[in-house]
C-alpha cells in the first residue's frame, strides 16, 4: 500500500479499486457511448439532409393530404390536412384495437375455460385451437382470411342470409342500430352513460347496505332497473326534443344500378379481416393466459368454497375468478399492447390503420418526421395500456402483502 | 386374535370406476354438461375431420404448392437474375448438410433424448423430399443426390462427436457458430479477391460455381430460419445485458436500459423495419453498401432483445434475495455472484417465456416483406397475385405456409418442455 501515491487514493483506497468511483466511472463511460452513438446516429442523418437536399421538418402537416384513406371513422376528405389525416389514421388503429380487445378477450375467457372442462374431449379440442393458432404467423393468418373475403362474389351477386345479412367481397352489412342526428345520439349517449353511472351507485350503496344490514335489498336488481329507466328517460326526452328517435334499427337493402349496399351496419373487408384474425390470433394467446390463472389458485380455495356450499359457477365467480384475476391481469394487459400493434399489419389486408397511412405519407412528406410522429402515437397508447395495467393492480394488490 | 390376523379379500373397485368405463365416466360424462359439452364437441370434431378429409384429398389442388416447390425454401436464389446459370441451388443444400451434421453432434453431447429425435426427424425429412414426384429436368439428380446425404452427413456429425475430442459441448458451440459464418459466406459467394498493399499483391481467383449472389434475392423459408437463428442467437445476450442494466443502482445505466426497452417495446416491429429502410441509409455514407438483410438482422434482433430483457427480469425478480446474499458472504464478487448464482437460476425459471419469445422472433420474421425482403409467407403471396389463374388455390398456399411455421414453431416448445423436464423446473 506504501507505494501507491496519495493523489491515487480516495479516502486511503486505490481509486481503481474503489467501489463508488468504479461505479461513477462505469456510469460515466456508458453515458458517453450512448450520447455519442446517438449523437453520431443524428449528426449523420442531419448531415445527410442537408447533402442530399431531403425535405425535413413539420411544416407539412398543414399541407393538403390530397389522398383519400380507404376506410375512417371520423368524417374525412382528400383535401383534409395531413395533421388531421394522421389523426383519422389514429383513430382507425384506435377503433381496430378496442374492438379487437374486447371480442379477444370474451372469446379468450371461453376458450381458456373451456380448456379447464372436465369433458376431454373439449379440452383437448381447445388444446388443439391454441396450439396451431398461436403458433402461426399472424400474417400469414390475416392473408388466409383475407383471400378466403376476395373469393366472394361481388357486391352485386353477394350472398344473402336471412334476406337482411349482406356478405359479400366488400365486406358484411347486417341490420343494426344507426343514429340519425349526430348530436341528439350524442346526447342521448351521455344521458345513458349517467344513467349507467347511477345505477352502478345505487348497486354500491344497496349491497353495502345489504352487507352491513343482513337485509336483502336486491342491489344488482336496483341498479339495473335505475339504469335502464334512466336510458329510456333519456331516449323519451331527446326523442320529444328532435322529433325522432335517437337510434333506429336499419337494415342493409342493395341501391342503385351497382347494388351498392346501403344503410344498416357494415364491416368493410379490411376491417372484417383484420379483426377476425386479430381476435382469433390474441385470444389463443388469452386462453393460456387464463388457464394458467384459474390454475395458479390453489386446490383448497375451491374445495373450501364448494365445503361453504357455494355451486360449481358461484365458487368460480366469486372464489376462483377474483383471485385468478390477479395473476392473470398483467399478462392479459400485455396481450393488449400486442394487439394494439399487431393491428399495425392492417396494411397487408386493406384496411388503413396508422402505419399504413403513414407508409403511404412518406411518398409525398419527410418519411423521418412522420415516424417521430408515428412512434409517439404508439408509445402513447401503449403507455395508456400500462397505465390501465398499474392502476388496476394497485386496486387488487393483495392488502398487507 | 386369529380374527385380527386375517387380512380381509381387497375388494375391486366397482367396475364403472376402471377401466375404459370408468376413464368415460369421469372424463366424458363427469356431470349432465360435462356430457353435452363432450357431445357437442365429439360432433364438431367429426365433422370437421370429415369436412377437412373431404376437402384436403378431394376438393383442394394442392399442385399449386408443388408449382412454387423449392421457391418455398430458398425463394428467388437460383433464379436467372440472382444466378445465371441456375446452378446455385447446391450452395444452401451444402449449408443444410453442414447444419445436419452439427445436429449429429449435439446428439452426442445432449445424451440422446430429444435432440435425437430433432436430429433424426430433420435428417429423414431431408431425405425423403428427394424422391419426391417431380420430373428430373425440374429437380435433377444432382439436387436430389445433395438432398439424400444428409443421412450420411448426420452419421458424420454423430461420428465424430462419439470418436474424436470434438464431442464436447464447446467444440459444438464453436462448430454452431462456424457453421452460420460459413452458411452466410456460401450463401453470399464472392468475386475474385484482388489485393494490393505495396509491394504485396495478391489475386484469389473464385470459381465461378461461387459467384456473388446478392442478399436481395435472399428468400424463402432460408431468409426466415437464417434472420431467426441469428437474432436468437444475439438478441439472448443482449437482452441478459438489457435486464440486468435495468436491474442497476447506477442510475445512468438504468435509464438507458429503461428508454430502450420501453421504445422498442412500445412501438410496432413493422414500423421498425420500415423506417430502418429509411433512417439507415442516411446514417451511413452514400456509398456504403446498402443491406436489407442486414438491417432487417439487426432490428428484429433490437426488438426482439427489448422483450427478452423484460422476460430475464422476471427471472431474476423471482429469485430470493438470499442468494445473492449467501452468494455475497461466501465472498464472490458482484460479477461472479450475478454469472454464477443469480443469471443461470433467473434464465432457468423463466425458460418457457424465452423460447415463447423465440417464437415470436421466428413468427416475426415473415414481417420483412415490408422491406422488400421476399421470405416463404411473400413468395406465396406474390405467387397468388402474379398469377390469378391459381387464386382458387390460395388456401391451400397459406394452409401449406401455416403447416411449415407449425412444424418449426411447435418443434421449439417440445424442445424447450423436454429441456423444463431435465433441468427440473418447479421440482427444485
Not at chain 2, 461461387?210 to 437464417?226: A, D, I, Q
Given at each position: ?70 376506410e375512417?371513422f ?18 382507425n388503429t384506435i377503433v381496430v384495437a378496442v374492438l379487437g380487445v374486447g371480442l379477444a378477450t370474451l372469446l379468450g375467457i371461453l376458450i381458456g375455460v373451456a380448456r ?9 379440442l381447445m388444446l388443439a385451437y391454441i396450439e396451431f393458432f398461436r403458433n402461426v404467423p399472424l400474417l400469414v393468418q390475416l392473408l388466409f382470411w383475407f383471400f378466403i373475403v ?15 345479412i349482406?356478405v359479400?367481397?366488400?365486406g358484411i352489412?347486417f341490420?343494426g ?88 351496419v357494415t364491416l368493410r373487408a379490411g376491417l372484417l379481416v383484420l379483426l377476425v384474425g386479430l381476435v382469433i390470433y390474441t385470444s389463443a394467446f388469452i386462453a393460456e393466459i387464463v388457464r ?36 392473470i391481469?398483467?399478462p392479459l394487459i400485455s396481450q393488449y399492447l400486442n394487439l394494439t400493434k399487431n393491428s399495425s399489419l392492417g396494411g397487408a389486408v386493406g384496411y388503413?390503420d396508422l402505419t ?25 397508447m401503449?403507455?395508456?395500456w ?16 | ?43 364438431a ?223 410496432p416491429?413493422i ?89 415470436s422472433?421466428?413468427k ?34 397459406f394452409?401449406?405456409?401455416s ?26
Amino acid at each position: 500500500m506504501a507505494d501507491i501515491p496519495k493523489a491515487l487514493t480516495y479516502r486511503g483506497i486505490p481509486v481503481w479499486r474503489h467501489a463508488v468511483i468504479i461505479q461513477w466511472a462505469l456510469q460515466i463511460v456508458s453515458a458517453i457511448i450512448a450520447v455519442s452513438l446517438v449523437a453520431w446516429f443524428f449528426f449523420n442523418i442531419a448531415g445527410s439532409i442537408q447533402e442530399r437536399d431531403i425535405p425535413y421538418g413539420f411544416s407539412f402537416l398543414s399541407r393538403e393530404y390530397q389522398t383519400p384513406i380507404g376506410e375512417h371513422f371520423l368524417p374525412y376528405e382528400s383535401s383534409d390536412s395531413f395533421l388531421y389525416a394522421l389523426i383519422v389514421a389514429a383513430v382507425n388503429t384506435i377503433v381496430v384495437a378496442v374492438l379487437g380487445v374486447g371480442l379477444a378477450t370474451l372469446l379468450g375467457i371461453l376458450i381458456g375455460v373451456a380448456r379447464l372442462s372436465s369433458s376431454w374431449i373439449l379440452s383437448k379440442l381447445m388444446l388443439a385451437y391454441i396450439e396451431f393458432f398461436r403458433n402461426v404467423p399472424l400474417l400469414v393468418q390475416l392473408l388466409f382470411w383475407f383471400f378466403i373475403v376476395l373469393t366472394l362474389p361481388p357486391v352485386r351477386e353477394g350472398y344473402v342470409l336471412f334476406s337482411r345479412i349482406y356478405v359479400n367481397n366488400a365486406g358484411i352489412s347486417f341490420p343494426g342500430l344507426v343514429g340519425g342526428n349526430l348530436q341528439a345520439v350524442g346526447v342521448w349517449v351521455g344521458l345513458a352513460a349517467a344513467s349507467i353511472a347511477l345505477g352502478a351507485l345505487v348497486h354500491h350503496l344497496l349491497s353495502w347496505r345489504e352487507d352491513r344490514t343482513g337485509k336483502a335489498s336486491y342491489p344488482l336488481l336496483a341498479g339495473i332497473a335505475v339504469a335502464a329507466a334512466g336510458g329510456a328517460a333519456a331516449w323519451l326526452v331527446v326523442g320529444s326534443f328532435t322529433g325522432e328517435a335517437p337510434l333506429v334499427i336499419s337494415s342493409p337493402e342493395p341501391h342503385g344500378r351497382f347494388g351498392r349496399i346501403a344503410g344498416g351496419v357494415t364491416l368493410r373487408a379490411g376491417l372484417l379481416v383484420l379483426l377476425v384474425g386479430l381476435v382469433i390470433y390474441t385470444s389463443a394467446f388469452i386462453a393460456e393466459i387464463v388457464r394458467a390463472g384459474i390454475q395458479s389458485v390453489g386446490r383448497g380455495q375451491i374445495e373450501a368454497s364448494r365445503a361453504l356450499g357455494l355451486s360449481g359457477i358461484d365458487s368460480l365467480r366469486q372464489v376462483t375468478f377474483p383471485q385468478a384475476l390477479r395473476v392473470i391481469i398483467p399478462p392479459l394487459i400485455s396481450q393488449y399492447l400486442n394487439l394494439t400493434k399487431n393491428s399495425s399489419l392492417g396494411g397487408a389486408v386493406g384496411y388503413t390503420d396508422l402505419t399504413n397511412v403513414a407508409i403511404t405519407m412518406t411518398q409525398t412528406a419527410p418519411a423521418i418526421s412522420i415516424f417521430m410522429l408515428i412512434m409517439l402515437s404508439y408509445l402513447v397508447m401503449s403507455l395508456t395500456w400500462s397505465l390501465i395495467g398499474n392502476l388496476y393492480n394497485r386496486r387488487m394488490r393483495i392488502v398487507g402483502a | 386374535m386369529a380374527s385380527a390376523s386375517q387380512v380381509a379379500e381387497p375388494v375391486l373397485p366397482p367396475r364403472s370406476e376402471v377401466g375404459v368405463a370408468g376413464w368415460a365416466r369421469e372424463n366424458l360424462f363427469g356431470s349432465w354438461y360435462s356430457g353435452i359439452l363432450t357431445v357437442v364437441s365429439a360432433a364438431a370434431v367429426v365433422l370437421a375431420i370429415w369436412f377437412g378429409l373431404r376437402w384436403t384429398l378431394m376438393s383442394a389442388n394442392w399442385d399449386v404448392v408443388g408449382i412454387i416447390g423449392g421457391r418455398f425454401i430458398i425463394g428467388g436464389y437460383n433464379t436467372d437474375q440472382a444466378c445465371p446459370g441456375n446452378d446455385c441451388f447446391w450452395r444452401p443444400q451444402a449449408a443444410l448438410l453442414m447444419v445436419t451434421a452439427l445436429l449429429g453432434m449435439l446428439w452426442v453431447v445432449a445424451a440422446g433424448g430429444v435432440v435425437k429425435r430433432v436430429a433424426i426427424a430433420a435428417a429423414a425429412a431431408a431425405a425423403l423430399s428427394a424422391f419426391l414426384p417431380y420430373s428430373m429436368e425440374r429437380m435433377g439428380l444432382d439436387v436430389r443426390l445433395l438432398l439424400l446425404a444428409n443421412v450420411p452427413a448426420l452419421a458424420i456429425g454423430w461420428a465424430l462427436a462419439r470418436y474424436t475430442p470434438l464431442g464436447t459441448g464447446r467444440w459444438v458451440a464453436v462448430y454452431g457458430v462456424v457453421v452460420f459464418l460459413l452458411t452466410i459466406i456460401l450463401l453470399r459467394g464472392s468475386s475474385d479477391i484482388s489485393f494490393a498493399a505495396g509491394p504485396l499483391r495478391l489475386h484469389i481467383p473464385m470459381p465461378d460455381l461461387l459467384r456473388p449472389v446478392p442478399t436481395l434475392y435472399w428468400g424463402g423459408l432460408t431468409l426466415n430460419l437464417l434472420l431467426a437463428v441469428a437474432g436468437i442467437a444475439m438478441s439472448l445476450p443482449l437482452g441478459i445485458a438489457l435486464a440486468l442494466g435495468r436491474r442497476s443502482h447506477l442510475p445512468v445505466v438504468k435509464i438507458l436500459c429503461v428508454i430502450f426497452i420501453e421504445v422498442f417495446r412500445g412501438v410496432p416491429l413493422i414500423t421498425i423495419l420500415f423506417m430502418s429502410q429509411h433512417l439507415v441509409p442516411l446514417a451511413f455514407p452514400e456509398n456504403f453498401p446498402r443491406n436489407s438483410l442486414f438491417s432487417a438482422g439487426v432490428m428484429i434482433t433490437l426488438f426482439s432483445s427489448a422483450y427478452m430483457a423484460e422476460n430475464i427480469r422476471g427471472g431474476l425478480q423471482s429469485l430470493h434475495p438470499g442468494q445473492a446474499e449467501a452468494a455475497r458472504a461466501l465472498g464472490l464478487a458482484g460479477w461472479q455472484t450475478t454469472l454464477f448464482i443469480s443469471l443461470p437460476q433467473a434464465v432457468r425459471n423463466v425458460i418457457p417465456t424465452i423460447v415463447g419469445q423465440f417464437i415470436s422472433l421466428f413468427k416475426d420474421t415473415s414481417l420483412v416483406y415490408i422491406i422488400g425482403m421476399v421470405d416463404i409467407v411473400e413468395i406465396g403471396r406474390t405467387f397468388i397475385l402474379g398469377n390469378p389463374e391459381y387464386r382458387v388455390s390460395t388456401k391451400e398456399v397459406f394452409i401449406f405456409i401455416s403447416i411449415v411455421f407449425w412444424a418449426f414453431t411447435y418443434g421449439m416448445s417440445y424442445v424447450s418442455r423436454q429441456l423444463e423436464r431435465t433441468l427440473g423446473v418447479g421440482e427444485r
